[in-house]
């Protein structure tokens, strides 16, 4: 299952709401977070992609960190502080690199972050989230 309308159907069962906000709960069932990182995997990896970015947050680090395991990829973290942003550690040269997130808003822009990454030498390829399961490219 490694397009996005299988992603749908995985993260249905990880979907919670409180009536005023939904999010995808990585943590409520393990093994459905492995298969979504298995999904994810598929794709990053048929695009090249050699590093997973994540934004900051628990469920952006598991999401990030399950997808980059099925790959055998690195995992790095996008900080943001005082309206700057860096990364949690330093990326191999002329990385591939993708942003996968559970969700984008108006706080987590995603073209600051391909700039970033261009701006350092590296490809950035796409972002994938999961609500809505999106793949974003051309950034």
Do not use: K
């Not at 591939?96 to 073209?111: G, H």
């Not at 950035?124 to 490219?137: M, N, R």
């Amino acid at each position: 299952m490694s397009d996005l309308a299988g992603l749908s159907v995985l993260t249905a069962p990880l979907t919670r709401s409180d009536g005023a906000e939904r999010w995808i709960d990585l943590g409520y069932d393990p093994q459905v977070s492995n298969q979504v990182g298995a999904a994810i995997a598929a794709i990053l990896s048929a695009r090249g992609v050699t590093v997973v970015l994540s934004l900051e947050g628990e469920e952006e680090a598991v999401l990030a960190h399950v997808a980059a395991s099925a790959m055998h990829a690195r995992r790095v973290t996008v900080v943001q502080e005082r309206g700057l942003l860096f990364t949690s550690a330093d990326l191999p040269p002329e990385s591939t690199v993708a942003l996968v997130a559970t969700q984008l808003t108006n706080f987590r822009p995603l073209l600051p972050v391909a700039t970033m990454m261009r701006d350092r030498g590296h490809r950035f390829d796409c972002a994938i989230t999961l609500d809505p399961p999106q793949l974003h490219t051309n950034l």
